[in-house]
């Protein structure tokens, strides 16, 4: 099945911050979400982008389908901003194929 | 617009014992799945339904997992014996599939501990 990588694993920021998350498959997508899971578990849609680019505010997101990667940018972090961020993909059939996901905190 | 609805938000069972969770999706849309997360990992594909058929249940654990949805609305999954490693989060989310476009929503999640 498809393959799907999130760097880094893990990120510290101090509050006003940016930062760059990455996100790598190894096939061909039809579709790509990427989420923020609170620290209650909920996942949190933040966009839909299985190309081009996106903004919602202080965040943002480009998919190069051809070359297979996705990046969300995220500027001027809060304490807020904390939590898991997860990109997923869908092949064919709509099934979601998740990544590890990247651990954001964010300090005061 | 309401979202993904789920319950319970948490249970606590004993190995061998039976539990069920209850999903109410989007009004409308007409895909509904289940995934599971383990701590630590992304949630994973557990079954698909559209409207009340089958999808994909490829990675349901067939021996002790079941689904239904039997209206082509809300669904349950069951677990029954449940074992240790049954131990996450019950995530139910559901899309419209719209022409192409097949933004997954998900609700909240049941947490489940397996003792």
């Known amino acids: 099945g498809i393959q799907v990588e999130q760097s880094p694993p893990d990120l510290i920021l101090q509050e006003g911050a940016n930062s760059t998350l990455r996100c790598n498959f190894s096939?061909?997508?039809?579709?790509l979400q990427w989420f923020h899971q609170n620290p209650w578990g909920q996942l949190i849609n933040l966009f839909y982008?299985?190309?081009g680019t996106k903004q919602n505010g202080r965040l943002s997101a480009t998919t190069v389908a051809t070359e297979r990667y996705s990046l969300l940018y995220i500027s001027s972090s809060q304490t807020t901003d904390s939590g898991v961020y997860f990109c997923?993909?869908?092949?064919?059939?709509?099934?979601?194929?998740f990544g590890g996901g990247t651990r954001l905190m964010v300090k005061p | 617009e309401a979202g993904v609805a789920q319950s319970p938000r948490y249970k606590i069972i004993e190995k061998r014992q039976s539990v069920a969770f209850w999903c109410n999706p989007i009004?409308?849309?007409?895909?509904l799945y289940w995934y599971q997360q383990i701590l630590g990992q992304g949630p994973k594909l557990l079954i698909q339904?559209?409207?009340?058929?089958?999808?994909?249940d490829s990675q349901l654990p067939k021996d002790r997992f079941s689904a239904e949805r039997l209206k082509g609305v809300d669904s349950t999954l069951k677990i029954q014996p449940a074992k240790l490693e049954d131990s996450a989060v019950y995530l139910c989310?559901?899309?419209?599939?719209?022409?192409?476009?097949?933004?997954?929503?998900f609700g909240p999640g049941t947490r489940l501990t397996v003792l």
């Open positions: 997923a993909v869908d092949m064919a059939g709509n099934m979601l194929t």
């Open positions: 982008i299985p190309s």
């Open positions: 989310a559901s899309s419209l599939e719209l022409l192409g476009y097949n933004e997954q929503f």
């Open positions: 096939d061909s997508v039809n579709n």
């Open positions: 009004s409308g849309h007409a895909t």
């Open positions: 339904f559209q409207n009340n058929g089958v999808v994909d």
